[in-house]
């Protein structure tokens, strides 16, 4: 990873001056656990070696100006006069300022620089790290000594309030407070959590990616969490101790089939279902068994595919390519859906060949090849040194 820190170290020293402090911050994988966080449910992400690295300084001159290395595009804007930019990648860092300035923050304007290796709009929350790296990198230089969860909470109402993505807490959590090697099970309700060692010598993590964009992943995500609430307020008529789709058990669900519209309840039984799945997992993974691990991660897919209608062909293309591979414990699409990515838990020894043969199968039925990548969990957002 560390190659990104001299790059983006650099672009900084040409274009500004002063020393800047350089914060990396990781994109994420979840393993199980999609569209659950929402509903006040499971989820188990981990951060990865894919980052996204900072270079930022305070300026005097009551200006934010900011360079993206990899668009080759910059955007400058007064510290609270934030205005939506056709450019859009400009918004996430403009909503974390925006936060800052709201809650009545000292801080001035900034220099910054960033760029890194995560694929954009994948599914692997580039968003998250920027929101994120950037909330860090600001409660760093500025010293307001805001805790972890603040900067998480700050980070995902910049995506929900400047971005206007009604995203769950998932993606900027497992960024802040993500660990090397575990996989982080958060509950979104209470927002406790539980780092849960996640490495064993002869697995991987990898990542498919279908190389599609859907523009319609942000309108349906909110369309998603509109039906959940429908059934919420519905089956609260019955329980007035309902709150969200994580106090619903199944038999609830199907006793009140009948009053809720066929889509609502095809989208609740897949989020109560989803977060039985993430316990069954939690269970899985402390017995060391891969093996049923794997198959939730199956059934997952099953019922994003199914029931909750946030699948596409590429993804079920690479779902099912990756499942033909021999030791392929597991495959399902990963984070909101539409396009983006999968994720993939493979045997350490297969991985030549599930490179080989799912790029093969997958340019055959979509014609393109897709993106493939063997990912380590690291360590959540942290300021560097150069190395
Ligand atoms: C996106 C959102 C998350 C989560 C996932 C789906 O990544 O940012 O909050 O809802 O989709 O699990």
Redesign the pocket.
């Known amino acids: 990873m560390s190659a990104p820190v001299p790059l983006i170290a650099e672009r900084f020293r040409k274009q500004f001056q002063g020393k800047p402090l350089l914060v990396v911050s990781p994109g994420r994988v979840?393993l199980i656990?999609?569209?659950?966080?929402?509903n006040e449910g499971f989820?188990l992400p981990g951060a990865t070696d894919k980052v996204v690295v900072f270079a930022v300084a305070p300026r005097a001159d009551g200006l934010c100006h900011f360079v993206s290395r990899d668009f080759n595009q910059e955007f400058r804007c007064e510290l609270g006069r934030f205005y939506r930019s056709p450019l859009r990648w400009p918004d996430y860092l403009q909503g974390v300022l925006d936060q800052f300035v709201k809650a009545g923050h000292r801080i001035s304007g900034v220099s910054c620089v960033f760029g890194g290796d995560i694929p954009i709009g994948a599914?692997m929350?580039s968003?998250?790290a920027i929101e994120g790296g950037l909330a860090f990198a600001i409660n760093a230089l500025f010293g307001l000594g805001l805790d972890s969860l603040t900067l998480v909470k700050m980070a995902q109402k910049a995506?929900n309030e400047f971005v206007g993505?009604r995203?769950?807490?998932?993606?900027q959590f497992i960024n802040v407070f993500g660990r090397a090697k575990t996989v982080l099970k958060i509950d979104c309700r209470s927002l406790g959590y539980e780092h849960i060692p996640f490495e064993r010598e002869d697995l991987r993590i990898v990542i498919s990616d279908t190389l599609v964009r859907r523009e319609l992943a942000s309108s349906e995500?909110n369309v998603r969490r509109g039906q959940c609430e429908a059934g919420v307020n519905v089956l609260r008529t019955h329980d007035p101790a309902i709150r969200s789709l994580r106090d619903v058990t199944l038999d609830l669900l199907r006793e009140h089939r009948a009053e809720l519209e066929p889509v609502v309840f095809r989208r609740c039984e897949y989020v109560v279902r989803e977060n039985i799945r993430v316990g069954d997992a939690c269970a899985a993974l402390a017995r060391n068994d891969f093996t049923v691990f794997g198959g939730l991660m199956n059934l997952s897919h099953a019922g994003l595919r199914d029931d909750y209608e946030v699948s596409s062909a590429e993804l079920d293309a690479l779902v099912e390519a990756a499942r033909r591979v021999p030791g392929v414990l597991g495959a399902r699409m990963m984070?909101?859906?539409f396009g983006g990515c999968t994720i993939s838990l493979v045997e350490a020894g297969a991985v030549p060949e599930f490179e080989a043969r799912v790029a093969r199968d997958y340019e055959a039925q979509m014609g393109k090849a897709p993106k493939i990548h063997v990912i380590r969990i690291e360590q959540g957002t942290r300021a560097v040194d150069l190395p």
């Open positions: 979840n656990g999609e569209h659950t966080d929402y989820v599914g929350s968003s998250a995506e993505v995203c769950g807490i998932m993606d995500y984070g909101a859906g």
